[in-house]
């Protein structure tokens, strides 16, 4: 059987669920119905919406742009709700015309009927380019495109919609995007069915206008404002000025570059997100208003609560300029855009807690904060990030409950920004009555981690929306960095359109399918054992990468516990074998311990399937960057096994073997900036020179660059003997990374644990800070450059590091899986 028969044969696994005819609007969704009316009527022609639609069609496969017909309907033919229809087009019989018509509500219905037929029909897949791109060689030629059932498909949204993005997204992922980046990124959100995206690029133009009317001039806001690199954080406050000051060219190119970002989103039919005046002013505006209640927040992160770019200012919300400056700011925008779409991110609160928790008094906070937007904006809606709910201890009950209700019902939405792991809603009562969207954060800073809560994802949104008195009205991506794990975000997508709990499961196998283009057994077997273990995390642990490569502990050696985490145990009971996951640790470690929850022995048995099957796939992009991610991943858990190898013989004062471990380790690090190099999606390069590019001279180039490294090395400040609170935060696996930072880094700590047994002396933890801060630093100076293109042949490389490294490790008899995912 045929890989596009084989995957017609279970459409109706994941499809079945999305053809009901029944109403599923929420509470929520009532809430914000009239909002969502008012947006019906607003949204672009169909017309325009048609030839945006067609103009993504084309840029993902023009060969077959004569092969679909697109039509966008009214709710009305849908019962009222957003949908997509897939049919046999009536003329497809006649050589030369389409074969298959998609119509939906908008164009981004359009475009996910397009993708789910793609998908379901033709076996393809598409992620980001970074992450292999898309699969669409399974797409019959033009003219043989297979036909769907007479009825055709109607699939429906079970609530309105989908976002995406994080606040920090904007600096982690999209810092140095030009517009043909972003064209390619609204694509694929279009494809995904996004349909609420967050829209903040050029909004430091539009505050240089701004406070212009206020008196702050351009020198004060050079003062203000982030560098390219870190803007996300000079907008919500945490810091000022660090990277900058901004030319006053990137102000306005990003200006001109997101006038074109919201004309495309709201031809698609898109409901981008604006930016709010949070409270967060330049410092200037305490001496030009001296009697406005002006506060000055206190560190963020920095060291010795440096001035320069510590302690931001917060201007207190129930001064009455708090108004003035919300309205001014959604004026000038609408002004710039000639138009929004009534929704306004505002997080105020996003570690900033209030002064005082009198419930008041936080109520009358977010009123006024509210009246900024609707002063402005009679139609204004608050969308903001329910972070605060899940790491600050302030927020209790009566606290949330006075925030919540301090705008009129539907006038606020919440993002339930952690709902795979830490979901708020389960325990707030839907977030006291107020609308919100269950959201699948997934990632921070970007970091390169196979990690996933698959089963979550597959009921998560699913039991939040049949609760009762469920407040949501969507889904969301609130990533705070992309590029990474495409299974995990194709999907979250997808659960935009599930009325039902998806098999994980059967969706899996699908997928492995999808992926590469085609069956390959070993392939699916390899896959399965990924869910169950890589993408099946439950210990609701937050997965922020602090593998000892991309964030080497600084730390006394004899402070690091050499105890490892037992995560390949087996035991037999009644005839099974089962896993066993007993914990060897101490808590009193003083370096953030690498995230470990699933068997190394089973993800490298899985590796072995991967290599088995390169010679069917090794042409495949798509399967070249899975399997270098892999690969990747067991040799850095190997890695950190390694590194408390050189610890345990450091403590036995084993000189010879300290030497000869720590030589291990810094040739596998060697090694795994060679087999990174095998792929675009894993190269430094494009990072850098993306940066530069955007540069209008030599300083600004020289600038732009020390943004990007620093990001992803020491992030912010630090002293001569004092590393960064937020070293390491921004870490990635990427070639050139690790060979040129990573691996000396590393070898500086070694260095300084042979001197101490060579010398009868304890480790100089002073000695090795002060070397490793000067490497960092020199490197956020340094302008090598580094290459933008892969090289070497990934399935080569694999094995030859698999069988130098891991095949060992992985050769006991690996644990299968029965149906209720319990190991065998």
């Known amino acids: 059987m045929d890989s596009i028969s084989m995957i017609s044969s279970l459409i109706f696994i994941f499809c079945a669920s999305c053809f009901s005819g029944a109403n599923s609007s929420t509470l929520g969704v009532n809430y914000v119905s009239p909002l969502l009316e008012i947006q019906e009527r607003e949204r672009a022609p169909s017309s325009v919406q048609l030839t945006a639609a067609y103009g993504v069609l084309n840029r993902l496969i023009p060969s077959h742009f004569s092969s679909f017909e697109f039509h966008v309907i009214p709710k009305e033919h849908c019962g009222g709700e957003s949908c997509f229809t897939i049919s046999n087009h009536p003329g497809s019989a006649r050589e030369g015309s389409p074969e298959i018509l998609v119509s939906g509500t908008t164009a981004v219905e359009i475009l996910s009927g397009l993708h789910w037929y793609l998908k379901y029909w033709c076996g393809a897949h598409i992620s980001w380019s970074k992450t292999g791109g898309a699969q669409l060689a399974s797409v019959p030629n033009p003219g043989s495109l297979p036909a769907v059932q007479d009825a055709g498909v109607v699939v429906k949204r079970p609530v309105p919609w989908s976002y995406y993005q994080n606040a920090v997204t904007s600096s982690y992922t999209f810092a140095w995007w030009d517009w043909e980046r972003w064209e390619q990124e609204i694509d694929w959100m279009a494809l995904q069915g996004i349909n609420l995206p967050l829209a903040f690029t050029g909004q430091e133009a539009i505050w240089q206008k701004v406070f212009k009317n206020f008196n702050i001039s351009n020198s004060n806001l050079d003062d203000f404002f982030g560098g390219p690199a870190f803007l996300a954080w000079s907008r919500m406050g945490n810091l000022h000025r660090w990277g900058g000051p901004l030319p006053q060219r990137w102000l306005d190119q990003q200006l001109i570059l997101q006038k074109k970002i919201l004309a495309r989103m709201f031809e698609l039919g898109m409901t981008p997100v604006l930016p709010a005046f949070s409270g967060n002013v330049p410092a200037a505006l305490k001496h030009v208003f001296p009697s406005a209640k002006i506060n000055r927040l206190g560190n963020w992160f920095t060291v010795n609560s440096d001035p320069r770019w510590c302690c931001t200012y917060l201007l207190d919300a129930t001064d009455p300029l708090f108004v003035e400056i919300g309205k001014a700011f959604i004026e000038q925008q609408l002004k710039e855009y000639g138009r929004s779409s009534h929704i306004y991110n505002c997080d105020t609160f996003d570690e900033n807690t209030p002064p005082v928790d009198d419930p008041e008094y936080i109520s009358s906070l977010g009123a006024t904060i509210f009246e900024g937007m609707q002063s402005a904006d009679s139609d204004a809606v ?200 007993a914990i060897l640790e101490e808590a009193n470690d003083s370096y953030d311990k690498p995230h470990l929850w699933y068997s190394n022995s089973d993800v490298i048995h899985a590796l072995k399937l991967f290599l088995e099957s390169g010679n069917q796939l090794t042409d495949s992009s798509t399967y070249r960057y899975d399997l270098i991610d892999l690969t990747r991943q067991a040799l850095a858990k190997y890695a950190n096994e390694l590194f408390l190898d050189v610890i345990e013989a450091y403590k036995l004062d084993d000189l010879h073997a300290v030497s000869h471990l720590s030589q291990k380790f810094l040739g596998l690090v060697k090694d795994m900036d060679m087999l990174l190099g095998c792929h675009d999606g894993f190269l430094l390069g494009p990072w850098i020179e993306s940066a530069k590019k955007l540069a209008q001279d030599e300083d600004q180039e020289r600038q732009f660059e020390w943004n990007a490294r620093t990001q992803i090395t020491m992030w912010f400040d630090n002293s001569e003997e004092e590393a960064s609170l937020l070293r390491d935060y921004g870490n990635k696996y990427w070639s050139g990374l690790l060979r040129d930072y990573y691996g000396p880094r590393a070898a500086i700590y070694f260095k300084f644990l042979i001197a101490s047994l060579e010398e009868g002396k304890g480790f100089s933890l002073r000695g090795w800070r002060r070397e490793w801060i000067k490497l960092t630093n020199n490197w956020q100076n340094s302008r090598n450059v580094f290459p933008v293109k892969s090289t070497g042949d990934a399935l080569k490389v694999s094995q030859w590091l698999f069988e130098k490294y891991l095949q060992d490790l992985g050769s006991h008899d690996h644990l299968g899986y029965n149906n209720n995912n319990n190991p065998v």
């Open 382 to 581: 608050w969308l903001m990030q329910g972070w605060l709910f899940t790491y600050d201890p302030f927020w209790r009950p009566p606290q949330m409950k006075a925030l919540l209700h301090s705008v009129p019902l539907g006038k606020l939405i919440v993002l339930d920004l952690y709902a795979e792991v830490k979901p708020i809603w389960a325990t707030s009562k839907q977030f006291y009555g107020t609308p919100y969207i269950w959201c699948m954060l997934h990632n921070f800073a970007g970091n390169i981690e196979m990690y996933g809560v698959l089963d979550a994802v597959g009921l998560g949104p699913v039991e939040a929306r049949i609760s009762d008195n469920s407040t949501m009205v969507g889904v969301g991506m609130s990533m705070e960095g992309i590029e990474q794990n495409p299974v995990v975000y194709d999907f979250m997508a997808e659960m935009a359109f599930q009325h039902n709990p998806v098999d994980v499961k059967a969706w899996i196998n699908l997928y492995s399918r999808r992926r590469y283009g085609r069956f390959v057994q070993p392939m699916q077997d390899a896959w399965n054992i990924l869910y169950h273990t890589i993408y099946n995390c439950t210990d609701g642990a937050y997965d922020k990468n602090r593998d000892v490569i991309v964030a080497f502990p600084d730390v006394d050696p004899k402070f690091i516990s050499t105890l490892q985490i037992a995560l390949n145990d087996i035991h037999e009971q009644d005839g099974k074998r089962y896993l066993g996951r």
